[in-house]
């Protein structure tokens, strides 16, 4: 068994408080030591109805029996528990790999993340009820491959989509500034391929005029006629919602047109 197999299904041999330490922030203080609540303080309760006979002065009754009732919790549902750690385990694995606090390089990350994925796609079987979850989750991993380790060799690429709705979020806000209008403006509908880029490489630098000017004329050309049909379409939808029988009219004169030609 691999490293990583091993650090996912352990040896097998801790014990089942060991397990569920690792598994709910409650665990470890039902586990190892008692619960020590403040018993509330009223005037004309007897302190003693809160202990048990036996226990340590301030332990009171009602904790220890929820301790009690925890705990047979606890046993009664052990075997639903591994593949919890299973899955868990695996999803804090991908967690720490992603966010890359040792600084690595792009290709380090995406091995150490690749051969996570594929122990998970070998080993979802033992993740039990939470199998479909698993399938789920190499699925759409599997989807954002392409473009999931692009903010490793770009600086200050936004990582995760609420990030990038964040930036959006800014560019909205400043655009509401401007125009005083608190809906997305047409020119943001139709040219938001290109205002978002520009907005977000201004805020990272100065550009010169000598900068701005193309270099690619046919990228630039290419670009323009991409932007002219996304117009286009739009006069179009608008011609439409202001009169639709006037649009369907003309529509059917032009095919009648073309039947004529023919």
Request: a positive charge; proline letters at 5%; one cysteine or more.
């Amino acid at each position: 068994m691999t490293p990583l197999e091993q650090a996912s299904f352990g040896h097998g041999r801790e014990s089942l408080r060991d397990r569920l330490t690792t598994l709910s922030p409650l665990t470890p203080i039902l586990a190892t030591q008692p619960v020590w609540v403040a018993a509330p303080k009223t005037t004309d309760a007897d302190p003693a109805k809160f202990r048990t006979a036996g226990a340590k002065r301030g332990q009171p009754l009602a904790l220890v029996k929820l301790k009690s009732i925890l705990l047979k919790g606890l046993e009664a549902t052990a075997s639903l528990w591994p593949p919890i750690a299973v899955a868990c385990n695996w999803v804090h694995q991908a967690a720490r790999i992603l966010n890359n606090k040792p600084g690595f390089e792009l290709y380090v990350v995406r091995l150490c993340f690749q051969g996570l994925v594929a122990a998970m796609s070998r080993w979802q079987s033992h993740s039990g009820v939470l199998e479909n979850s698993i399938v789920h989750f190499l699925k759409v991993t599997r989807s954002y491959w392409s473009g999931l380790f692009h903010c490793y060799a770009v600086d200050g690429l936004p990582r995760t989509n609420n990030d990038l709705e964040h930036v959006f979020g800014q560019i909205r806000h400043h655009q509401r500034r401007c125009s005083g209008r608190k809906v997305a403006s047409a020119s943001l509908v139709l040219r938001g391929s290109v205002l978002l880029v520009a907005a977000l490489a201004t805020q990272l630098k100065t550009f010169q005029p000598a900068q701005l000017v193309p270099t690619a004329l046919a990228t630039w050309q290419q670009l323009r006629s991409q932007l002219a049909q996304h117009r286009l379409k739009r006069v179009k939808q608008l011609r439409f919602r202001r009169s639709p029988s006037a649009y369907l009219a003309t529509l059917e004169a032009k095919a009648l047109q073309l039947t004529l030609l023919l």
